[in-house]
């Protein structure tokens, strides 16, 4: 069996694509630009890389790109003030923190100090208590963008056997509410988990977000599965450089699985695009207009 490759990247383009019509009607219909604010402290190259992009991607989609960039020794009262500013602000619909935050700040902190309908990135504690009780959150992106492709792939989940391997608060758990939600039955995996094989060879949709480089092989996966690769590993290669992998050994898992997100070009593009998904979404139910379909949970 050859598994068919879920094609993160041509799917996220088709949500930015979504993003842009909803802000086109957003300006047109009411006069507002949705607007995201992002905040990096410190000089991360990877968190610097990131905010390049999601400032780019916010711009092209039409809407209003805010960034703060603070030095590294930013004092904790010094970020908040600049949130509180950013919650204040009728021009500013999402804000994103960029994480991780340097050491002397607290992030949990920082988190809940956004405004709940402005937080984007969906780690607010209100809007995961709002998740964990089925009612209506903002998502943490990379798990919306999951369900997005799986809800493509598959059509309905109801019914479906769903494992989870990993238990983080920005990927693991609230995935496993989005599958939840979407009647399935879920399974969350971790490393006290006894026989992770033999529970993983149970599932009909496995979602690998560990942060092991292919740690899952394809005699975990049960035949015709789908394998959403959330893992993003940087490893060397024999003849040198390095390259990029995920969590799941991709050439065994393909041969047996009946769907797959290939590392790098699958899961990642995702985020992004729900990020901007998001901040629409926010516009939306903070100037009370109609929210965009197929782009929440």
Not at 169 to 186: E, F, H, W, Y
Request: charged content about 20%; proline content about 6%; overall charge negative.
């Amino acid at each position: 069996m050859s598994a068919q490759i879920i094609d993160g990247k041509a799917f996220a383009a088709k949500v930015r694509g979504q993003v842009a019509e909803h802000v086109t009607r957003i300006k047109e219909e009411n006069g507002i630009t949705p607007g995201l604010a992002v905040v990096l402290v410190g000089e991360d190259p990877a968190s610097q890389v990131y905010v390049r992009s999601k400032g780019k991607q916010t711009v092209e989609a039409g809407m209003n790109s805010y960034e703060h960039k603070l030095d590294a020794d930013t004092s904790q009262d010094d970020l908040l003030k600049l949130i509180a500013d950013l919650n204040a602000d009728k021009d500013v619909h999402g804000i994103l923190v960029q994480l991780p935050l340097p050491k002397h700040l607290n992030e949990d902190l920082v988190i809940n100090s956004i405004a709940p309908e402005k937080d984007v990135d969906g780690f607010h504690i209100s809007n995961v208590g709002l998740l964990g009780t089925g009612q209506k959150s903002m998502v943490p992106c990379t798990p919306l963008g999951c369900l997005m492709m799986l809800r493509d792939y598959h059509g309905s989940l109801s019914g479906m056997n769903a494992v989870v391997i990993g238990r983080s608060n920005i990927v693991g758990k609230p995935m496993a509410q989005l599958l939840l939600g979407d009647s399935c039955t879920v399974t969350i995996t971790h490393s006290r988990t006894k026989d992770l094989p033999a529970v993983v060879r149970g599932a009909d949709i496995v979602v690998a977000a560990v942060g092991r480089p292919e740690m899952v092989p394809g005699d975990w996966i049960k035949p015709g599965a789908t394998v959403i690769d959330v893992g993003i590993n940087r490893i060397d290669k024999p003849e040198g450089g390095t390259r990029l992998v995920g969590d799941v050994d991709y050439a065994s898992c393909a041969d047996v699985a009946g769907a797959i997100t290939p590392v790098p070009g699958g899961v990642g593009p995702m985020t992004i695009a729900c990020l901007l998904a998001n901040t629409v979404t926010a516009c939306c139910r903070i100037h009370g207009l109609v929210e965009p379909e197929g782009l929440t949970a």
